[in-house]
């Protein structure tokens, strides 16, 4: 018995323990769990924080930077206006220096020290004993005076002196008059009373004396050159402290006459007759900063009907827990943006900081595409289309560059497309989507100006795409956003890069690996052109576009102008349009009537649109086959287009002119019968043609004969 108890009590003893182990491992384990499960939250909240406080600490070193850049353009803006100010009134000093015309001239020769005492006689005195002055002598300068023989009389007759040796050749006319010469005797100068004056050579009275002040003056027959040039001369009073000549070793002698030592006389140099005049001295004007214009606009960049700047407003955007990678690539892109722009004094880093914002920015597109953050694109579509009109050299990097470049490729152009077939492709969700369409064209259509060639295969993925094209040319799309789109295809229809991939063609200078997919724009297009829904004068301008498109194509490539010819639905399409256009005007459309304008418009439109036709008729060797191209057209939206065609260019070949059209309109009109003719001519000729005119004539007679009528109606009152 005892035994048995025994044996229970050990077995119930061996239960119980292995219960209690079993209850205290699991105990353990739960205890494990919430702790490893509490270290988790802990290191969570901790990454979290650390992560808090990076970005608050980026935010503040940014709000640092900023506030430093601007406190740095202050001052720059401070000494800009400081230097301004001194720039006008250097200007103003400047204006106020009289011109070189009006000042005093600057004297041939410096005075002499003494002035010479006059002749006895008023005559200029012996040659010989003329004294020879230093030109460093400073003293009172004496007005020269002119004085000439009263009558010119034939030089008297030199004896002949003995042979001497060849001289250079000299002007012809010119003496060297301080050469030592043979002394004067007394007869030879002036007498008092009132005996004849003998007059001085008639070559030394040419090179000291100048034009009489009483009679005109006389130039002697021996001096053909240098006539106008000593006639021109005018000496004036020096200046009180006059300037030292402006080149010092060549010595400055009398003022009309200029002898070298050889006895030559030196032409007269424009340079010698004028007082130099001082060079204004100005600052060289330091090239533009554009890593500094990087920094102002995207730092201080707003966007039309916002209140806060853009910059502002993308640093504000949140992403959910779930997407924590995503935050960490926008914020590194925002981080890598600010560090680029950092020091905008140092413009000679502007392009590898052009690089690595743009990079950027590509990063940031993707990201907001990929959360769909609609209203964000839009700002940062504004923004992308300021920095590219304003910043040179943004537009070719702006692109992206894949890890394996290629002409046609761009990360850029891709996430576009993205963006374009799952945002503005699903019916319109409100104005954000609006601002999207319309921020998104806005930017393309900038990218399109002044587009680098090598860039212009960029945007083949983007035409290329039939998805992308369905949606821009929607017709559900709003009427600015059609124009607008339509307006981009325009400006890339002139690179002839583009002309392949606007018509679904595969380029001949390229391997493309598949099978072309057509992008249906042509045909798109040509719908537009004959929506009835869309017919209006608002829309004249729309469907002009359309036209302007075409044409720059056809002209881009002699195979684009084949494949535009002879397409039947094209031709169709533009014939009907002409004939929508040209319906109102002889159907006395009142909006056409009460307004000239209007309908000198509405002219000038069906003009350019006839001239568009007449030049995919005529512009190949042999001229289409227009009747066959009609009668290919689609009948559906084409039907009875021969019997529209043979109305409407049978109005504008042989129809009069509506009366209710002013002179300027009606010339206008009388311009596009040729043309209408010559196309009209392509499909009906012969006696059909004349039947036409026939019928026309027929209306006018009927119109004359209506005339008559009334005139006679109108006599008969009378009477």
Known sequence: MNCSSFDNSSQS????????????????????????????????????????????????????????????????????????????QELEVSLRRPPPSVRPKKALREPPATP??????????????RPNFSTDVQSTPSRPTYVSPKKALPSPKKPPSPVKPKRPAMLPGFQNSFTTSTQLGPTQLKKKGKEKERPLPIDDGNVFGGPSRNQPFIPPPTIPLMRDKTEMLVIESPPRHPSPPAFPDVPVFDSQSMADRDGDVPMAQGSVNEEDEPMEDFDPIDPPNWKAELCRIILTHIRTGSDQPTFQQLLAVSFSEDKSEECRLYTSSWIAIMDAISQPNKAASYEQ???????????????????????????????????????????????????????????????????????????SAGASQDDLGRELLGFLETMCFELPDEDTLKFSELVRSRDVMMTLLNPTQPAPFLE???????????????????????????????????????????????????????FYKFRE????????????????????????????????????????????????????PNSLELIQYIGRAVYFMHYLMFSAENALNLRHKLQ????????????????????????????????????????????????????????????????????????????????????????
């Open 116 to 129: 010479v005492p006059p002749s006895s006689t008023g005559g200029w005195g012996i040659l010989s004993q």
């Open 632 to 719: 290919q057209a689609p009948p559906r939206p084409f039907n009875n287009i021969l019997q529209v065609f043979i109305v409407a260019f049978g109005r504008l070949s042989y129809a009069e002119a509506p009366d209710w059209l002013d002179d300027d309109a009606r010339n206008k009109l009388e311009q596009l019968v040729d043309m209408a003719r010559d196309i009209l001519e392509l499909v009906v000729d012969g006696p059909e043609g004349d039947e036409i005119w026939q019928a026309y004539q027929d209306d006018l007679e009927d119109e004359k004969l209506l005339d008559e009528e009334e005139m006679e109606a109108q006599m008969v009152d009378a009477d």
């Open 545 to 596: 576009t359309i036209l302007v498109y075409f044409a720059q194509l056809s002209l881009s490539h002699s195979d684009a102008y084949s494949t535009l010819s002879g397409s039947a639905m094209l031709l169709a399409s533009v014939l009907w349009h002409i004939a929508n256009l040209a319906t109102p005007l002889w159907e006395d459309d009142e909006r056409l009537v009460d307004s000239p």
């Open 484 to 538: 607008q789109a339509v307006r981009i295809l325009a400006k890339l229809s002139i690179r002839k890069q583009l002309c392949w991939a606007l018509l679904s063609m595969q380029d001949p200078d390229q391997e493309m690996a598949g099978v072309t997919v057509k992008n249906g724009v042509t045909e798109r297009l040509c719908s537009h052109l004959v929506e009835a829904a869309r017919d209006g004068p608002e």
């Open 13 to 88: 003893n061996a239960e119980m323990g292995t219960a209690l182990r079993e209850a205290w491992d699991g105990k353990i384990a739960k205890e494990g769990e919430v702790t490893i499960l509490r270290k988790t939250i802990e290191k969570n909240s901790q990454t979290h924080a650390v992560e808090v406080a990076r970005l608050k600490a980026a935010k503040q070193e940014a709000d640092a930077k900023q506030l430093q850049m601007q406190k740095t353009l202050k001052e720059d803006m401070e000494r800009l206006k400081t230097q301004l100010a001194f720039k006008q």
């Open 353 to 427: 900081c052009l690089f690595i914002a743009a990079n950027s920015f590509v990063s940031i597109i993707e990201v907001l595409t990929r959360n769909k953050l609609v209203t964000q694109l839009a700002i940062l579509f504004n923004l992308l289309a300021t920095l590219t009109f304003f910043l040179p050299k943004f537009r070719g990097l702006i692109f992206g560059q894949d890890d394996s470049p290629a002409p046609d490729s761009s990360p850029l152009i891709r996430i576009i497309c993205k963006l374009t077939t799952t945002e503005l492709g699903e019916p």
